[in-house]
């Protein structure tokens, strides 16, 4: 019922279907999906109820790092997120606290305990995603016994979620090249190496002071790994938003949704907006543009996007408005999500009463930033074994800077173990410096001169690191100093007597759909333009009028498509050909897909009280209960644990601890003064049963 059954990028699997039940009636899944997808795809948004106020649940990361999607397996209490389906499972909601399975007094204590295996190897890799995959192909190809783990089923971390080519260098990362693309590549050469090991579905626990790693093989073995040197490619999780309605059904992070419609290929909600102008956020209003789904809005609170320019822009040529100096008011719904309200924000970033505006939406994403997930790298730190630490686990940047500095940590790993790998050169490590750095200047568009012949007219202003372009002009017509690949692209115009030939191999290959070609060839008057179209080929065809726009969203006319062109070499992106006035022929750089009343506003605001915020998602603590706290005078954050059980849920303080540092802020307390509190000593919780070495033979879930 909500299932992708077509997507431009994503090719769309025959697989089995898998029966199990919710609630008594029998669902259908697909073999392979999580639960949580498998609800969703069969309609259902809320997974249960919180005992403490009866708030309804449902996802919130899809990571494995809160506890928001909880609901009961045959009994046991797991996180849907996580968990495979299986034929014939029974899944009900969580209704207030899950009782206890019921255990036989004759058989209890009976089952014989297995001692816990230890595993010594010289090097465990936490984290399969761009990061660890570069750096165990490193050491795959220097014959170094490698563990690589992931609390995933399957590897690519965030790469699978990727349906966009990349940006960054064509020979150091594999820019122009689809993010699911480069996982498939990765992993199957890191497979190919007998000597790195893979263990899915197995997510670290803890590194103990003994320089040991637990970890929990496919979710029902206790193992000890003890390792010469630990790498942490871990990534990174979402930052969270304190705001009234801000954890009901359908309020979730941009990779939760990322997952549910990429990597699953489910079609969670009919009209999203989001909060946050990251690229995080941008990419996710161009994906859900591409799974036929309505983006009702953007807004940043800052008075810019953060993210890439031509990522901002491609959403606006779209028909998506993105409203800078605009926080996310309220969340508004009883059980789910119905509307949003958004604010304008003065220069202290407090909403503006009176420029309240609501919009009908069902979903609402988190996309304002990431926090590393590097609490095994501390650990290991303070308890002497050598670390290192790669990707977002490292330093948040993109997925082409966490490739390379897994390569490079992949080098200094293996030369930590006593091999000869040669010196590394400088120029990757500045090459890792230049793919990490944020948007650079930007420049006032240069349109060419030209008025004749055939030539591409590059809309991309901003320095970021992005070459393709540069390397398939077959001509070598486009050029950039590749010392330095943040530097924007120039057309030559003529090289050593060759022209512009037509060939359209830059459109199709430049990540941020920045490049058009103009023909006048045929008709002087009126330029055939190519546009770069990464949408279903037969949603556009000769003779469809569309509304063309330039690099900024802002329209320029309705003109005639010509014709629709898609050929192997580009890789599924469309090219879309239009006649258009030679008047404004040279500043189009995109087609409308999403008409304006899309984006109409509710006719008033919806209001919400102010101080139902939660803070604490596990233990429902409001933002009013802890500022009160801290008007009290605490600076201690176990106290306020103490006081309100903040940060006591299952998601170990992942989601709250950054909220509550963010209040203490807000409220004028000094970061000096605020005393955190004891980090977790386990990443995830665990049934007691596996420490004890009984493989999980708890009442459903069958022992391996």
């Not at 639960?35 to 259902?44: D, E, Q």
């Not at 028909?319 to 800078?324: A, D, F, L, N």
């Not at 008033?604 to 009290?632: F, H, M, P, S």
């Amino acid at each position: 019922m909500y299932r992708i059954e077509q997507h431009p990028i994503l090719p769309i699997p025959a697989r089995p279907k898998v029966p199990f039940t919710w609630k008594g009636q029998t669902l259908e899944a697909l073999e392979g999906e999580t639960l949580s997808s498998a609800l969703f795809a069969s309609g259902i948004r809320v997974f249960g109820h919180h005992a403490k106020d009866g708030a309804a649940q449902g996802i919130f990361c899809a990571n494995g790092q809160c506890s928001q999607c909880l609901v009961l397996v045959d009994g046991i209490p797991v996180k849907s997120c996580m968990e495979l389906v299986r034929a014939g499972v029974r899944v009900e909601p969580v209704e207030g606290l899950p009782e206890l399975p019921q255990v036989d007094a004759r058989t209890a204590g009976l089952e014989k305990a297995s001692p816990i295996e230890t595993i010594r190897v010289p090097v465990l890799i936490i984290g399969g995603g761009p990061a660890g995959l570069s750096a165990a192909i490193e050491l795959g190809r220097r014959g170094i016994e490698t563990l690589l783990i992931d609390d995933k089923h399957r590897l690519g971390g965030k790469l699978v979620l990727q349906t966009h080519r990349f940006f960054g260098s064509i020979d150091a990362v594999y820019a122009g090249t689809r993010g699911i693309d480069i996982a498939t590549r990765l992993e199957n050469e890191v497979r190919s190496f007998p000597g790195v090991r893979v263990w899915l579905q197995s997510p670290a626990l803890a590194v103990y002071s003994d320089k040991k790693v637990g970890v929990l093989v496919d979710g029902r073995r206790y193992v000890l790994v003890e390792p010469e040197i630990l790498l942490v490619t871990a990534g990174a999780r979402e930052k969270n938003l304190a705001f009234p309605g801000n954890t009901l059904p359908g309020v979730y992070g941009a990779g939760a949704f990322q997952t549910l419609v990429n990597r699953d290929l489910v079609k969670p909600t009919g009209r999203l907006f989001i909060v946050g102008g990251g690229n995080v956020g941008l990419i996710a209003g161009y994906h859900a543009l591409q799974a036929g789904i309505a983006v009702v809005g953007l807004v940043e609170v800052l008075p810019e996007c953060g993210g890439y320019k031509v990522h901002r822009d491609k959403l606006a040529r779209l028909g998506v408005p993105i409203s800078t100096s605009h926080t996310v008011v309220s969340a508004n719904g009883t059980d789910a999500l119905e509307s949003v309200t958004i604010a304008r924000v003065d220069e202290r970033f407090r909403p503006v009463p009176g420029t309240e505006r609501s919009f009908e939406c069902d979903t609402l994403l988190i996309a304002v930033g990431l926090d590393p997930v590097n609490e095994f790298y501390e650990k290991a730190r303070e308890f002497g074994l050598g670390a290192f630490a790669a990707g977002d686990a490292e330093e948040i940047a993109e997925a082409s800077a966490a490739i390379f500095s897994g390569k490079i940590r992949g080098l200094e790993v293996a030369r930590a173990l006593g091999h000869d790998v040669g010196e590394i050169s400088a120029d990757w490590y500045r090459t890792a410096e230049i793919l990490k750095s944020k948007p650079g200047a930007t420049v006032h568009e240069r349109t060419p001169s030209e008025e004749g012949g055939v030539f591409p007219v590059i809309h991309c202003n901003q320095e970021i690191p992005c070459d393709p372009c540069t390397a398939v002009c077959p001509n070598a017509l486009i050029d950039m100093d590749k010392t330095d690949i943040r530097l924007l692209p120039t057309f030559l115009g003529e090289k050593g007597g060759k022209r512009c030939s037509g060939c359209e191999k830059c459109i199709a290959i430049c990540p941020g759909l920045a490049i058009t070609l103009v023909d006048y060839r045929k008709d002087a008057e009126f330029p055939t333009v190519a546009i770069a179209f990464e949408f279903l080929k037969d949603s556009l065809k000769a003779g469809d009028s569309v509304v063309v726009e330039d690099t900024e969203g802002n329209a320029l006319g309705r003109v005639e498509v010509g014709a629709v062109k898609a050929i192997k070499a580009n890789d599924r992106t469309v090219i879309v050909k239009v006649r258009a006035p030679r008047e404004y022929a040279k500043r189009i750089a995109g087609i409308r897909i999403q008409p304006p009343e899309t984006a109409e506003p509710l006719g008033q605001y919806v209001k919400r009280t102010a101080e139902d915020a939660i803070v604490c998602r596990c233990e429902r603590v409001t933002a009013g209960e802890i500022r009160g706290l801290i008007r009290q005078g605490v600076r201690d954050i176990s106290e306020i644990k103490a006081l309100t059980r903040t940060s006591m849920g299952s998601c170990g303080a992942k989601t709250c601890t950054p909220l509550i540092h963010r209040i203490f802020r807000e409220e004028g307390v000094p970061d000096a003064e605020v005393v955190d509190q004891p980090k977790r000593p386990l990443f995830i919780e665990v049934p007691m049963g596996i420490f004890a070495g009984l493989g999980g033979k708890d009442k459903g879930h069958d022992s391996d």
